[in-house]
């Protein structure tokens, strides 16, 4: 049976299936979302039953865009990207998941991504238009030191920047260049320090934008935001280098988009702009937590694209996509594998889907209010 008629198989089963399937009740689930036109933090509680229920939203700041939670789930930063560039930090109260304002930091430039060390200790900060990267000390109480201990220039557009799960290696795709910068993280003293070698040469004009690390640590998956495709990536366990294995496109055969351009690059000078309607705009990808299925949006035909993971090459096999909300640029999956949560920048809509755990399959559950310019997800979950 081909990968299509098994995502078909696999839709109609979940069509047909009653949610949940006799899987154990998840303990206060909560969903964030940012509203980057609004500046502020929409809170919601994810029930078991996969509705949402919303909460009150926190103030943040404009353009409020990427977030992190620490690995201890006690607190939520955000980063906002309007003067003066700044972190704001958030407890987490594990009970309701209501968010408590408890500090604001400045940050070295406009960041469209933060991510924290696997100790909590430390925020990665990935510039796309400062082309550099920055690392901040956290406190054990959140707060976030208002001082860098680096800022490092590198190529152009840096677009995301994540830690492997020995928290000894650090990845900063960038789009610009079409390379992995690979780094070699001292926890101590929360320093980066180039690998050898400093980068991974990507086929150009393909964009590396974001990019997960599989929960074995064995390999990297990388989204490539003007062609969305995602390439596999083998990770030395010894050397942190990352060595290309394949590639999967996450778009349907009959795609009529065509490849994109970096958004905000340079055009000929006295040239109309160049019409983007029909580009290739690929923005997030995720891991569900067993492994076993990606998912992968793209922002001009708001979908989100699923693969199968086989888990001993890590090759993708593309399934299927589903319709989602407008211009996803944000989701994420919940601790436990069994829903995904969507926004759409266009929209003011989140959605909700249930994951099948066999096919892979998302089922559309509801769809709940939210603020303008929604654009990233987080999801915590207490036992």
């Given at each position: 049976?081909?990968?299509?008629?098994?995502?078909?198989?696999?839709?109609?089963?979940?069509?047909?299936?009653?949610?949940?399937?006799?899987?154990?009740?998840?303990?206060?689930?909560?969903?964030?979302?940012?509203?980057?036109?609004?500046?502020?933090?929409?809170?919601?509680?994810?029930l078991d039953s996969g509705e949402l229920q919303p909460g009150p939203r926190v103030a943040a700041a404009k353009v409020v865009m990427p977030m992190s939670v620490s690995p201890d789930r006690r607190f939520l930063f955000a980063a906002s990207r309007s003067k003066p560039f700044s972190v704001h930090v958030y407890s987490i109260d594990p009970g309701t998941g209501a968010l408590k304002p408890l500090s604001t930091s400045p940050l070295a430039d406009s960041f469209p991504y933060i991510s924290l060390d696997r100790a909590g200790r430390h925020l990665f900060s990935a510039s796309y238009g400062g082309h550099l990267v920055s690392v901040n000390a956290v406190g054990a109480d959140g707060r976030v030191a208002a001082e860098p201990l680096q800022v490092i220039p590198t190529g152009r557009n840096a677009h995301a920047i994540r830690v492997d799960n020995t928290n000894r290696f650090v990845y900063v795709p960038h789009l610009g260049t079409d390379q992995i910068f690979q780094f070699v993280f001292d926890e101590k003293l929360g320093r980066l320090a180039s690998n050898t070698p400093a980068v991974v040469q990507m086929k150009p004009m393909?964009?590396?934008?974001?990019?997960?690390?599989?929960?074995?640590?064995?390999?990297?998956?990388?989204?490539?935001?003007?062609?969305?495709?995602?390439?596999t990536l083998a990770l030395d366990p010894k050397t942190g280098l990352l060595t290309e294995v394949s590639s999967a496109s996450a778009l349907p055969a009959d795609t009529k988009l065509v490849p994109g351009a970096p958004r905000g690059a340079v055009g000929v000078p006295g040239a109309p702009p160049r019409n983007t309607d029909n580009d290739i705009w690929a923005a997030d990808l995720h891991l569900t937590p067993n492994g076993r299925f990606l998912y992968a949006s793209e922002r001009?035909?708001?979908?989100?694209?699923?693969?199968a993971v086989d888990a001993q090459s890590?090759?993708?096999t593309y399934l299927g996509s589903t319709p989602t909300e407008r211009q996803p640029r944000g989701f994420a999956i919940d601790p436990k594998g069994r829903f995904l949560v969507?926004?759409?920048?266009?929209?003011?809509?989140?959605?909700?889907?249930?994951?099948?755990p066999a096919s892979g399959a998302l089922r559309p559950l509801q769809k709940y209010p939210t603020g303008k310019g929604s654009n990233w997800v987080e999801i915590v979950s207490f036992d």
């Open positions: 049976m081909s990968a299509f008629a098994n995502w078909t198989r696999g839709v109609t089963v979940a069509m047909v299936m009653t949610l949940g399937g006799g899987a154990p009740a998840a303990a206060a689930t909560f969903v964030y979302v940012s509203n980057a036109e609004d500046g502020d933090i929409g809170t919601y509680r994810l393909t964009g590396p934008r974001h990019l997960v690390v599989s929960s074995d640590n064995r390999f990297v998956y990388l989204l490539n935001e003007l062609v969305a495709t995602v390439t001009t035909s708001s979908t989100l694209a699923a693969f890590g090759k993708l969507a926004s759409g920048e266009k929209s003011d809509t989140i959605s909700v889907y249930a994951i099948d």
